[in-house]
């Protein structure tokens, strides 16, 4: 039987809670197929471990993570250490040392949820935004001199490499090309910002050349904003440079229904490293222990995880499960403008798998 390796990280916030979930789904879908395993360790990488010894990740943790599957992850964020902290010792740390440059965002109207846009239907809104994962704004290039005086300066620089935006551009049209209407939206800023997002435009170009299946078009992000909320129907895959497309999937999740059932791949294509799973909404301090947080974007975060590993029935089959769980709205935590608690979610999850034998 085929065994896999799976690190749990919960992070912080509400992201250990969230991760308990998901290895729950990770079990009960392992028992159900029977033809794998889950083997999970938990990992206490986070900003408690930081605040007590320094380090969000112990010295030997990166060698250590090599030897997973998988990772599943909570989020990183605590209301005591500062946010660039966490993000560049935890998260970014991981994503970056495993050449994660691919970041998936798959963005569906699940059943039963409601979206604030008033018309939408759920094959209008069925994107999967891309986004480069490993470089733009978030290089952690720049600095900061003349601290304390009027002349306090601070640089903040992009990088932008062809290597990079030429890998996540053919990843992106690979993407494209697997799903059924083949259409890809390349979105920049190519007007005001005209070096890193002008070489983004001319890769797109050179990219798409090998891809004369797929349709493609530019847009900037201002507008695409715009295009999200009047035609939605009218994008399908979307690739972005990392700060655009951490704002775009926000947007998206919120059109979606909620930030609260977003989920992430952060991939390393190449099958050298292991790959990384995590819901998008963060910690969210004021959720910590209450019981209420929304296990769907971990879940769903799941479901990309079993597809990553191959195991693409189970996949399949627990996409169906959170949707017959979303379906009914006494399944539906706050953030959907419910009132079940996230144990309630876990446990109708849980039936609707074990009701499912087709
Ligand atoms: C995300 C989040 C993170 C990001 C935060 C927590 C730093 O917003 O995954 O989208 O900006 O990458
Ligand atoms: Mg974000």
Not at 188 to 197: E, L, Y
Not at 247 to 276: E, F, K, Q, V
Request: net charge negative.
């Amino acid at each position: 039987m085929k065994q896999y390796k799976i690190a749990a990280i919960g992070g912080d916030g509400i992201g250990p809670e969230m991760v308990a979930e998901g290895v729950r789904a990770l079990q009960a879908i392992a028992e159900r197929a029977g033809s794998f395993k889950i083997e999970v360790d938990w990992l206490d990488w986070g900003a408690e471990r930081f605040k007590c010894s320094g380090r969000f990740i112990p010295e030997d943790g990166m060698a250590k993570l090599a030897g997973y599957d998988a990772i599943l992850f909570g989020s990183a964020g605590a209301a005591d250490v500062p946010d660039h902290e966490t993000l560049w010792g935890l998260r970014l740390a991981i994503c970056q040392t495993l050449d994660q440059y691919a970041n998936l965002r798959p963005t569906r109207l699940l059943a039963g949820i409601r979206s604030p846009l008033a018309e939408v239907t759920p094959e209008a809104l069925d994107w999967l935004i891309i986004r480069e994962n490993s470089e733009g704004e978030y290089a952690g290039h720049g600095g900061r001199s003349h601290r304390g005086s009027h002349h306090e300066t601070a640089t903040e620089v992009s990088l932008f490499t062809r290597h990079a935006i030429e890998r996540i551009m053919r990843y992106a049209f690979e993407c494209a090309q697997d799903r059924p209407r083949r259409q890809l939206t390349v979105v920049t800023k190519s007007n005001a910002q005209r070096h890193g997002m002008v070489l983004w435009d001319e890769i797109a170009q050179e990219v798409a050349c090998s891809f004369p299946d797929v349709r493609w078009d530019r847009m900037l992000v201002d507008a695409m904003t715009v295009r999200m909320v009047r035609d939605p129907g009218s994008l399908d895959t979307i690739v972005a440079s990392n700060l655009h497309a951490d704002i775009l999937s926000d947007l998206a999740a919120a059109l979606a229904g909620s930030i609260g059932i977003g989920p992430t791949a952060n991939i390393d294509p190449s099958g050298r490293h292991p790959s990384m799973f995590e819901p998008i909404h963060g910690s969210a301090f004021d959720l910590v222990g209450k019981g209420v947080a929304n296990p769907i974007g971990m879940f769903w975060s799941s479901v990309l995880l079993l597809d990553h590993l191959g195991e693409h029935r189970s996949a399949q089959i627990l996409l169906g499960a959170i949707e017959r769980v979303t379906a009914d709205p006494a399944n539906h935590t706050p953030d959907l403008g419910g009132t079940a608690r996230t144990q309630d979610v876990t446990r109708a999850l849980l039936a609707a798998l074990s009701g499912d034998r087709s």
